[in-house]
């Protein structure tokens, strides 16, 4: 909602609104809260590296034009 309301008061100018979710990623955070080989099973396959989870950010920063949509995941 805020993103929308953001974009109309913007509207006429040459800025553009988006809503990023880049995701879970990887972090040193929840590596201090599991053991290392566990941390290393379970997240390395179910979590994004942080590159991976930063190209919806770059995306929106880069290349989106504004639409309809303004939520990207």
């Given at each position: 909602?805020?993103t929308?309301q953001?974009?109309?008061?913007l509207?006429?100018t040459?800025?553009?609104?988006?809503?990023?979710?880049?995701?879970?990623?990887?972090?040193?955070?929840?590596?201090?809260?599991?053991?290392?080989?566990l941390?290393?099973?379970?997240?390395?396959?179910?979590l994004q590296?942080?590159?991976?989870?930063?190209q919806?950010?770059?995306?929106?920063a880069?290349?989106?034009?504004q639409?309809v949509?303004?939520?990207?995941r």
């Open positions: 909602l805020f929308r953001l974009a109309k008061k509207k006429g040459n800025v553009e609104t988006f809503c990023a979710n880049p995701g879970v990623a990887q972090s040193a955070l929840y590596r201090h809260l599991l053991p290392e080989w941390y290393r099973l379970v997240f390395g396959l179910l590296t942080p590159a991976e989870a930063a919806t950010v770059v995306y929106c880069t290349e989106a034009q639409s949509n303004f939520y990207y």
